[in-house]
């Protein structure tokens, strides 16, 4: 079965920055496109940015030019560096490859 998992998530301060990473297995990581996605509390689920699996990534309005997101398909592994973080970056980051979720991390951003 599939596996995702994510870590990296944290408290941080307005300002800050924090990298996630997504470590998949049981699954062909190369050739997939991988997506960060993010759920605050009592909004919906969003996009915040995806890496193809030719390296192309694109980004939120709300994340571009703060968020990178990169992969090493050696490892099996997807980043997202997230500086200049602000409170409304408060939520649950999950990753995404295919039809398989991880179980997301918590960041929680002070203002």
């Known amino acids: 079965q599939v596996q995702l998992v994510e870590s990296g998530g944290g408290l941080v301060q307005a300002g800050g920055s924090l990298r996630l990473s997504c470590v998949a297995s049981?699954?062909?990581?190369?050739?997939?496109?991988v997506g960060w996605y993010r759920q605050a509390p009592g909004k919906q689920r969003e996009f915040v940015a995806l890496?193809?699996?030719?390296?192309?990534?694109n980004y939120a309005d709300s994340v571009k030019g703060r968020f990178t997101v990169s992969r090493d398909n050696a490892k099996n592994t997807v980043y997202l560096q997230m500086n200049s973080l602000k409170s409304e970056d408060t939520a649950v980051y999950y990753c995404?490859?295919?039809?398989?979720w991880g179980q997301g991390t918590q960041v929680t951003v002070s203002s």
């Open positions: 995404h490859i295919s039809v398989h």
């Open positions: 049981r699954i062909i990581f190369a050739i997939y496109d």
């Open positions: 890496i193809s699996s030719g390296g192309i990534s």
